[in-house]
């Protein structure tokens, strides 16, 4: 159940942006402005689909939503992260979501909840930064979660 403390609306940050241009470099219309709010879940709702978790240590950040882990048994897994998107590499504030993953998570040990595999053979997972502080009792930082929370997604 999505929590009202939960819901972001993003209408504040989209004051002052300009309007999209009518169309696109491929030719393609641009998705109808909404005044719809943004919702962002606690914790992802399980669907009923075979899910598993694994730990892995963060090797390479490819851009703001792929980044690929090493794990325990020495396999690399390039990961998308789940029901979420950002910039390109060379688009507008792709960099910023990067250099943050690159902060945050590079060359640190997270655990991942994976849900699927998209079709270029990543596997869709939400990614979880566990408390450095065993003494503190905090649930594990969600990396999906704060990207959106920082307007990077």
Known sequence: ???PSSIVVLMLALEG??????????GLSPAPRTNEPVL????????G???????????????????DILTADHKTLRLRLNGIDTPENGQPFGKNAKQYLSQ???????RIVKHDVDRYDRTIADIYLPVSDPRVNLPDEFINRELVKRGLA
């Open 1 to 3: 159940m999505i929590k």
């Open 17 to 26: 942006c300009s309007d999209p241009p009518a169309e696109t470099s491929r």
């Open 40 to 47: 962002i879940p606690d914790e992802p709702e399980s669907s």
């Open 49 to 67: 689909e075979d899910i598993s978790e694994v730990t892995g240590k963060v090797i390479k950040i490819v851009d703001g939503d792929t980044i």
């Open 104 to 110: 945050t998570i590079g060359g640190k040990l997270v």
